[in-house]
Nanobody
């Protein structure tokens, strides 16, 4: 089992940046595929980005492609989400998630979730 704790959320203006972190504890971090999801008020949770075990492969939702970058540091048991050129539509609670099997390009099959961190973009 793995425990996930997100941090780095906050309030920024349109066009600004935020860097989210997700620290993992428990079983070997490098054995998990990692992903970021978000949920805006009144909307369903949606996939944002995912990264393979080694970090060599990434996958993004069309809405964030070119603006967000997912990365991981297996030595620090941490996955990051660098968010640039933020828009008010990016306002959401951001969750990191982990899965032990499957593919990095599938948004399904995540077994473990963090508690979320709020990211708010003002216009």
């Amino acid at each position: 089992q793995v425990q996930l704790v997100e941090s780095g959320g906050g309030l920024v203006q349109t066009g600004g940046s935020l860097r989210l972190s997700c620290a993992a504890s428990g079983r070997t971090f490098s054995s998990y595929l990692m992903g970021w999801f978000r949920q805006a008020p009144g909307k369903e949770r949606e996939f944002v980005a995912a990264i393979s075990w080694s970090g060599g492969n990434t996958h993004y939702a069309d809405s964030v492609k070119g603006r967000f970058t997912i990365s991981r540091d297996n030595a620090k048991n941490t996955v990051y989400l660098q968010m640039n050129s933020l828009k008010p539509d990016d306002t959401a609670v951001y969750y990191c998630a982990a899965k032990a099997s499957g593919t990095y390009y599938s948004a399904y099959g995540y077994d473990y979730w963090g508690q979320g961190t709020q990211g708010t973009v003002s216009s």
